[in-house]
């Protein structure tokens, strides 16, 4: 082999290894210094308006993306010869209307259900090996899949009180008595600073936590 090809496969050679290291170390850095997952989902306070009683509605002009004040009344419902208010119990955005003026309803039927747009958060389900590194405060980074250019800053708002697996309906062992050891989940609540207009309920989100 000649001189030049041998000093150009070494070089090559050397550089192959620095990157392998830079690699490495990167990894490892992440590991020590953030806690990372997908597995996390846009939420907020969710309410309902209901019906106060069977009879007609009268006066329903509200649609979705309309905005609702707390103890405003929208609408009511007239039956047993009286008139009974339709209000909203907390403020938000209607997200679904189900019903149209002058229709029929039910008492507790849901007329509505509205979300606070303005108090979003996200809800993470962190490893629970991982969750020793982690406390009320945190800083996260948070990347939204409905506006993956933009990168929300938050912090850990509350960690939950017991693994996502308690609240299944299935239970964890089997009738045989065997006990297969799985890594469970719980759910982190994270705010999110400075929303767009793009974040919405029920999107998927990433999350980088700095422990």
């Known amino acids: 082999m000649k001189k030049g090809r041998l000093i150009f496969a070494n070089t090559v050679g050397i550089v192959v290894v620095l990157a392998l290291i830079a690699v490495c170390f990167y990894y490892y850095y992440q590991g020590q210094n953030y806690v990372k997952t997908d597995e996390a989902t846009v939420t907020t306070d969710f309410t309902q308006i209901v019906s106060p009683v069977t009879g007609k ?3 329903w002009k509200e649609e979705e993306g309309d905005k609702v004040e707390m103890g405003k009344q929208l ?3 007239s039956g047993e010869e009286k008139y009974l208010p339709v209000t909203a119990e907390q403020g938000g955005t209607i997200i679904k209307s189900a019903v149209k003026d002058q229709q029929m309803v039910q008492a507790g039927e ?5 979300a606070d747009r303005n108090h979003l958060f996200v809800t993470a389900n962190i490893k629970e090996t991982e969750l020793a590194d982690i406390k009320k405060g945190d800083k996260v ?13 938050g912090k850990v708002e509350k960690i939950g009180y017991a693994a996502n697996s308690v609240f299944s309906q299935l239970p964890s062992q089997n009738s045989g008595g065997n006990y297969t050891k799985v890594t469970q989940k719980v759910a982190v609540k994270i705010s999110i600073e ?3 207009d793009k974040v919405l309920p029920g999107m998927n989100a990433e999350v980088k936590l700095s422990i």
């Open 57 to 59: 509605l009268n006066g």
């Open 75 to 77: 609408a009511s419902v």
């Open 110 to 114: 849901v007329l509505a259900q509205t």
């Open 141 to 153: 980074d948070i990347t939204v899949d409905g506006d993956s250019d933009v990168k929300f800053e």
């Open 194 to 196: 400075n929303p767009s």
